[in-house]
């Protein structure tokens, strides 16, 4: 069973830190785009940064400058690096791995990121 688990959400003051973890047990993990989104409170899901297994990223424009993803292909970890956050930056956090060579595609559960003094 597929599982994508995410991590390291919490509250945090405006300008702070926070790094997301996800964790993806899909195989090959080389074969996999990985995506986080976030959903604001009472908004639509949104993209915030996606990764290709050769290290392209790309990211919304709300989060350039901010927000770094970057890819641990031995521990099949993704990782969002949050920095200056701001209270817009307030959702949940949820990581997806979509197959480039099959349809399969793979939602976590989601992690909460609060910024708020």
């Known amino acids: 069973q597929v599982e994508l688990v995410e991590s390291g959400g919490g509250l945090v003051q405006p300008g702070g830190s926070l790094r997301l973890s996800c964790v993806a047990d899909v195989r090959p993990f080389a074969d996999y785009i990985i995506y986080w989104h976030r959903q604001p409170p009472g908004k639509e899901r949104e993209m915030v940064a996606v990764i290709t297994d050769g290290g392209i990223t790309n990211y919304a424009d709300s ?7 970057s890819r641990d292909h031995v521990n099949h970890v993704v990782y969002l690096q949050m920095n200056s956050l701001k209270p817009e930056d307030t959702a949940i956090y949820y990581c997806n791995a979509r197959s480039m060579r099959t349809s399969n595609e793979y939602w976590g559960t989601g992690t909460q990121v609060t910024v708020s003094s």
Not at 63 to 69: H, N, P, Q
Request: hydrophobic share 45%.
């Open 63 to 69: 989060v350039k400058g901010r927000f770094t993803i």
